[in-house]
T-cell receptor, first 114, second 113 residues
Framework: GENVEQHPSTLSVQEGDSAVIKCTYS??????FPWYKQELGKRPQLIIDIRSNVGEKKDQRIAVTLNKTAKHFSLHITETQPEDSAVYFCAASSTTGGSYIPTFGRGTSLIVHP | DSGVTQTPKHLITATGQRVTLRCSPRSGDLSVYWYQQSLDQGLQFLIQ???????AKGNILERFSAQQFPDLHSELNLSSLELGDSALYFCASSARTSGGEQYFGPGTRLTVT
């Protein structure tokens, strides 16, 4: 089955700095890679996703890059703000056959210091 | 508010018992997903239903079962509960059968004593 490794487990930055979270996956059949943000005591929320036919996707201060050959994808947050503090999860899944079985990374706790 | 509702919010029960968690998807969403989140196992996909039929299965124990009813709400049944089943259980819904944005409910926190 799929295995997703996520690093680092904790990331502490100063407000305004950039933050990068990296994930690797094992199954070459995986073709959909969402990122979720989970604030303390709240539900996970999708912040950005990328499919395997795209190398990079950007949404304002957030971007995701995908390297299919190396089987890794990364989340980039620029100009971090204190409200970006949360746990971020990556996931990898195959969407073939009409099913969706995501495997999640263990999460990165991002702390943005004002 | 994602539009997905889950009941109850909290549940405390004893080992060996059985509980039912309930989820109502967003209006119009046909897919329902169940997830378990615990400190030691992280976030794990359990099972997906689409329009009443099981579509995909993840790391769901045999003691657990789920179903989706004609009105599209879903229930997750956990039986012969063990201490290790204590976790946050989320359901999510989406309009698509696979991939795409999922909207998570607020979760049910299950404590097994």
């Amino acid at each position: 089955g799929e295995n997703v490794e996520q690093h680092p487990s904790t990331l502490s930055v100063q407000e305004g700095d950039s933050a990068v979270i990296k994930c690797t996956y094992s199954d070459s059949a995986s073709n959909y890679f969402p990122w979720y943000k989970q604030e303390l005591g709240k539900r996970p929320q999708l912040i950005i996703d990328i499919r395997s036919n795209v190398g990079e996707k950007k949404d304002q201060r957030i971007a995701v890059t995908l390297n299919k050959t190396a089987k890794h994808f990364s989340l980039h947050i620029t100009e971090t703000q204190p409200e970006d503090s949360a746990v971020y999860f990556c996931a990898a899944s195959s969407t073939t056959g009409g099913s969706y079985i995501p495997t999640f990374g263990r999460g990165t706790s991002l702390i943005v210091h004002p | 508010d994602s539009g997905v509702t889950q009941t109850p919010k909290h549940l405390i029960t004893a080992t060996g018992q059985r509980v039912t968690l309930r989820c109502s998807p967003r209006s119009g969403d046909l897919s329902v997903y169940w997830y378990q989140q615990s400190l030691d196992q992280g976030l794990q996909f359990l099972i997906q239903y689409y329009n009443g039929e099981e579509r995909a299965k993840g790391n769901i124990l045999e003691r657990f079962s789920a179903q989706q009813f004609p009105d599209l709400h879903s229930e997750l049944n956990l039986s012969s509960l063990e201490l290790g089943d204590s976790a946050l259980y989320f359901c999510a819904s989406s309009a698509r059968t696979s991939g795409g944005e999922q909207y998570f409910g607020p979760g049910t926190r299950l404590t097994v004593t």
